[in-house]
């Protein structure tokens, strides 16, 4: 699924993949960073499979982390950032 579970669906995940891509309306390095370290020793968080050191997916959201961080106007589903 591309989308995000909580917040809209397939359209909202789409748009955010989008802007992510594009880089409209995304945080800064230091802001994403943060948030990356957050995802990243979080339970909810699912290793990639090209990649076991990095978190692909959240299971809370079932958002791609790595968009999902970038962008102004997103939030954690369980209010770690
Ligand atoms: S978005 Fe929140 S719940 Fe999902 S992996 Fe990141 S910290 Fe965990």
Known sequence: MI????CGGVLH?????TRSLLGVRILSQGA????LEICRTCDQ???CKHNKR?????NA???????KTRL???SCPENKW
């Open 3 to 6: 989308g995000c579970k909580d």
């Open 13 to 17: 995940g789409t748009l955010g993949i």
């Open 32 to 35: 994403i960073k943060q948030r």
């Open 45 to 47: 968080s699912t290793p």
């Open 54 to 58: 990095q978190v692909c997916r959240c």
């Open 61 to 67: 959201c079932g958002c791609w982390i790595k968009h």
């Open 72 to 74: 102004r106007g997103e």
